[in-house]
Structure formats: C-alpha cells, structure tokens
C-alpha cells in the first residue's frame, strides 16, 4: 500500500496541453470525413443501402466492425474497473465471445441470410408468422439498448471526458451526443462500419501503447501478481475485520484475482455462471442481438461473414492483457482514488458514492500518458464511443422502422421510414441519457456488471428461443410466445428486487432476500434460461405444429433448399399492402407534371441524409435473381476450407489460454 502511495505523489496532475487537443481534433475531423465519404458511396434513398450497406461489405470491415462496436468506451471503463475490482475473471467475458463469435458466423448467419431478413424481429414474424412476436422482440431491443448500451456508452464517455478537463458531466455528454449523431443520422451502416474500421485501428495502437507503459510503471507482471493484493485504500478503516480474505468486498482484493475459475460460492464470479451464465449472455449478444448480426449480415458472401468473424474473434483475446490488466495496475498506483470505499471519499473522488473503480482505465491515461500520446488515447477512446453509439443508434433506427412503424404504416415510402429513423435516433438519445443516474448507483458503482445483470434479466428467454428457432423445427408460435412471456414475467421480478433493495454498502449488513444476496447474477441467468428452454419446447409439443411448407430456409437444416416457401397469411396482408402502394404509384401518368418539394422537406432531406432512389426498370426474373443473390449462403473452393481451418485454431488458441488463465 505504501509503494502505492509514492507512486501516487509521484505522478503529476496532469491536464491536456495543445498538442493533446490537436490530436483529439485532428482525429474527430477525420472521423467525419471518412463517414462522409461513406455516406456519399451509400445508396441513402433505399432502405438496403441505408440499414445493410447494400450487403458488399469486406471481410476486414466486417470483423474491424464486429470488434469496436462489441469494445466501446464502456468496455474500456467497465473491463478496466471490474478488473480493478475483482481480478481477470471478467476477461471470461471476452474470451468466451471468441467462441461464440464463431457461433455466429457458422450456425446463425446462414439461417438469417437464407431467410432473407434485415432484423432479428423481422426473422421471428418470418419464422413463426403472427406479429406480436417481433413487435415484442422489437420493444424489448430497444429497451435493452436504452437500459445495456446506450446510455453506458455515454456515461462511460462522459467520465473519460470528465477525468481529461473536469467538465460537467453532462456538458460533456452534450459534447459527445453532438459529434456522434452527425454521420449516424446522415450515413447509415456504410459510414458506421468504415468509420468503426478506422476507429478499431486507432483503439488497438492506443490500447498497446499504455499497456505497454502500465507494465513498465508497475515493473511487469510479476510485479503486479505481488503488489495488487496490497493495493488497498488508506481510507479503508474498515480494513479486513468481519470480512474472509477470499472476497472482494469493502476494498480487498480477492485471493483469486488472477484466476478466470473461482469458488461456486465467491461473490464476484463463481465458475458455473462463468462458464454457463456468460457462455448464455455472450451467445444472445454475439448472435441474436441486432447490432452484432447487422453487421454480418451486411457482407459479400458468406465468405465475408466467416472472415470478419474470426478477425473478430482473434481481437477479443486483446482486451485481457490491453484492458483488465492495465485496470488492475491502476488500483496498484492509485489505490486511494481507485479502490475507494468510504462513500464521502469516493464522492470527492469521482462524484459517485458507490465507488470509484470506474475510474482506473481514465486514470491511468490522465495521469501515465506524455503530451501527445495522452491525446492519441483519449482520441482512442472517443473512437470507442463512437463507434458503439453509432452501432446502437442505426440497429436501433432499423428495428424501429421496420419493426415497428412500418407494421403501423405498411405504405410507407422509403423516404418516410429513412426521415423517421433518423428521428428516432434523436429520441433515443434523450432516453438514454435520463437512465444514467440509475446506472451510477447500480452494481456498486461497477459498470460492467451493472450491463451484463440487466442483460442476464432479458437476454436468456431471446437465446432460448432463437436456438429452438433454428434447431428444432418443431417449436410453433404459441410456444415462442408464451416461452417469452415466462422468461419475462421472472426477469422482471428478478429486476424489480435487485434495483428496488439496491446494492448494500461497504460494510452495510445486507437486507436483500435470499433470491437476490444468495443467488449470483450469473446463477439466474442459467435458471432462467432453462426454464424458458423448457417451456418453450412443452407448450409447442401441446400445440399445433407450423407446416413444414412456412419454414423452409428459416432454419439450420433447411436453409439450402430451392423449394418455394408459402407466406404466413400476416406475411401475405403486410406484402398486399406494399404491392398495392407500388401499384398506385405506377398508375400515375408518367408524362404528369412532378410537385415541386417544397423547401423545408428539401432541408430535411439534406440534414437527414436523404437521397431519393434513382428508379431502375427491372423484370420479374431480373429481380428474383437479385433476391437469390442477396440470400446465397454458398460456399465452396479455397476460401471455404481456408476459414474452416482458421476457425479450428481459433478454438484451440481459446482453449490453451482458458486452460492457461483457469
């Protein structure tokens, strides 16, 4: 502890200089001119070229796109923190996303190519027809975005911000909202996953640069593995009375801080849930949450899609040594700030009195980095943010119109369902921000865990569905449904306690009922998975079976056949709609005179970033071509072998360091 502190004093207060804000604005202009270069490449006038890039996106954009908008500025803050907090067992998070980004690429993509959709709702009504089902898969998305990312995205850029030159916290989160929504709003996913490319370039030489000084400042890993389980608060007069030295609680580190695998029983990450609850929420994430499978779906080939997934893949092995050990050297030279726990300390500290850890990854760059760098990383970190608030802002634009309004307004023009998106995005902004209040107080001030305990509230019952989906043939719409309704109903109680009690302070005696103190997070997210797993198989085997004739390609084992597929009737209304929308506008005079736009919708556009379709006359066997193109999900000569060998080293890397860290 006492080394801790020379360090401390030895490090000076360091604010920006100019050659840091040059850097800072340097990057964000280029950022801006990459997405509008992407913006203007980008067919903006249909709803395929704004929402999927007009599905030709390359395998290293897909995988760069894939990683940055999975590692946003919350992630940097929140892996730095739990790791300050706990130890490496959080890494579990990001080592188990390598396999399931492999799940992604292999079992999932090709069924939702195949079927042809653009959202994860929109391959629901196809899979199992009857709308309420994707409008509830849509309601819940856009929650979980409100509730899981958006809103730790900016908490989690306003306290870089915060750290960097002390503004308000929400001055500085107006900042960071403004500069983002420009491309967003006006690009769409082209301009989001060349900017995310750019951004994962700068995140990955930022990140390795202070790594590398972090290591050096704490003199290597060794050091580290003999100085962290000292790194305690001088204000910390609770010390380890009443406490067993195997937790984590009031400021002590854990004796398990650099193992992935930890009692059944420990408080911060016992093994069945690391090995099970994470594989369950990496797995609803990495496949069946729209912002990751966007991305996929907006590639060449399947090709395309296997090889950004295991570009992907390779760079998650990168936040345990870039993220979580750095994290764990800022609690080693600022222990007083870092691992606080008097609330009135931690208060002054970081203006939250649930703690501080949320601070080590923005400490260590305010306070380690030489004029210059400071500002490569801080642009780094901004990269981060952006590149997962634009991610989240067009997933959630998507759902909205197409989920949503569009089943209000089935007439609806492109240029309507585009305008509304953009608005959207602006409302949503709004949302997110009145949540971050909540998210400060909740998990003990610990950002990560307060993402991934909402997730594993909602998250299980979508997982279970979506693997019954695409498995088992058998599953209806009555057992969807009502396998949701289940999972729901659980969740929300779970929910409702955990943030009704609150998280006991250090030292409190905990009031919780046994439900919430006595069973891990992790723990129910495994419970509530098989619960709905199960219900879900029960009522569709005590129900009508689907025709096999509404599920062809809509599952694994069907999704190479030509056979042609019969519409749900709630498939059949919706396209009737759409035709008779196309008919009355085709049965206009070609030679009328056009209405002038007037002014201000012409303005709209241009700040909306609309473009109206250029119209290209196309044949019935002309435009079925292009719908087999779009839902080819073959693969064949040297590149399918390539990336199948690539995806079993891939796993064998995974294993050696899971077995290495265990």
Not at 78 to 93: D, E, H, K, M
Not at 495 to 510: I, K, T, V
Not at 591 to 619: A, I, N, Q, S
């Amino acid at each position: 502890m006492d080394s801790g502190n020379e360090s401390n004093t030895a490090f000076k207060n360091a604010g920006l200089e100019a050659p840091d804000i040059a850097v800072i604005v340097i990057f964000i202009i280029f950022c801006l001119l990459v997405g509008i270069w992407a913006t203007w490449r980008t067919q903006r006038g249909s709803v395929s070229g704004y929402f999927l890039a007009g599905r030709d996106i390359l395998w290293f954009a897909v995988g760069a796109s894939l990683f940055s908008s999975n590692i946003g500025s919350g992630s940097f803050v929140g892996l730095a923190g739990t790791g300050a907090a706990n130890g490496i067992a959080v890494a579990s998070y990001e080592l188990n996303g390598l396999f399931c980004l492999l799940l992604l690429g292999w079992l999932f993509v090709p069924v939702y190519i195949a079927s042809g959709v653009y959202t994860m709702p929109e391959y629901l009504l196809r899979r199992f027809g009857g709308q309420r089902l994707q409008l509830y898969m849509a309601v819940l998305s856009l929650i979980l975005y409100v509730f899981t990312k958006i809103s730790a995205d900016i908490y989690a850029g306003a306290i870089f911000i915060q750290q960097a030159v002390q503004w308000d916290m929400y001055s500085s989160i107006v900042i960071l909202l403004v500069v983002t929504a420009v491309y967003t709003v006006s690009g769409g996913l082209r301009a989001v996953i060349y900017t995310d490319t750019l951004q994962t370039v700068i995140m990955v030489i930022g990140s390795l640069v202070l790594m590398g000084i972090s290591f050096q400042k704490v003199g290597g890993l060794l050091s580290l593995y003999e100085k962290y389980p000292k790194a305690i608060a001088s204000t910390n007069f609770l010390g380890i009375k009443g406490h067993n030295d195997t937790t984590s609680s009031c400021g002590v580190p854990t004796s398990e801080a650099f193992h992935l695998l930890r009692r059944a029983d420990a408080e911060d990450l016992p093994w069945p849930g690391n090995v099970f609850g994470i594989t369950i929420l990496s797995s609803w994430y990495f496949c069946n949450d729209q912002v990751l499978v966007q991305r996929t779906l907006a590639a060449k080939n399947m090709h395309h899609v296997k090889g950004g997934s295991i570009l992907a893949a390779y760079l998650k092995v990168l936040p345990l040594f870039t993220t979580v050990f750095p994290g764990m050297i800022s609690r080693v030279l600022f222990p007083d700030e870092v691992a606080c726990t008097d609330p009135d300390v931690c208060e002054k500290v970081c203006s939250n009195r649930a703690g501080c850890t949320n601070i080590a990854y923005p400490k260590l760059v305010i306070e380690l980095l030489p004029t210059g760098l400071k500002g490569l990383m801080l642009a780094s970190m901004i990269a981060a943010l952006m590149s997962s608030l634009t991610s989240n802002f067009n997933s959630a634009a998507t759902i909205f119109t197409i989920d949503i309004w569009k089943r209000f307004r089935a007439k609806a023009s492109e240029a309507e369902m585009l305008v509304i998106g953009r608005i959207f995005i602006v409302i949503l902004m709004g949302v997110s921000v009145l949540w971050i209040p909540v998210l400060q107080a909740s998990q003990g001030g610990q950002l990560f865990n307060y993402i991934q305990t909402v997730t594993g509230y909602f998250a299980p019952p979508i997982l279970a569905l979506f693997l019954l989906a695409v498995l088992w043939e058998r599953t209806n719409e009555q057992g969807a449904f009502w396998g949701l309704m289940v999972g729901l109903v659980v969740g929300v109680i779970r929910m409702g306690l955990d943030f009704g009690y609150g998280s006991p302070g250090c030292g409190e005696a905990d009031p919780r009922p046994s439900i919430i103190a006595k069973i891990h997070f992790l723990h129910f997210t495994i419970i509530l998975f098989v619960i709905c797993f199960l219900a879900t198989i029960i009522i569709s085997k005590m129900t009508t079976p689907i025709d096999a004739k509404h599920t062809i390609r809509l599952t694994w084992w069907t999704r190479h056949s030509q056979k042609f597929r019969e519409d749900f009737p709630e498939e059949k209304i919706r396209q009737e709609k759409v035709e008779q929308s196309l008919k009355e506008k085709l049965a206009k005079p070609r030679d009328e005179p056009t209405t002038p736009v007037p002014k201000w919708r012409k303005f709209l556009y241009l700040l909306c970033g609309y473009e109206p379709p250029v119209h290209v006359e196309m044949t019935e066997e002309e435009v079925q071509e292009q719908k087999k193109v779009l839902t080819s999900i073959e693969e064949k000569g040297f590149w399918k072998h390539f990336v199948n060998v690539n995806a079993i080293l891939l796993m064998a890397f995974g294993l050696f360091l899971w077995g290495f860290f265990a």
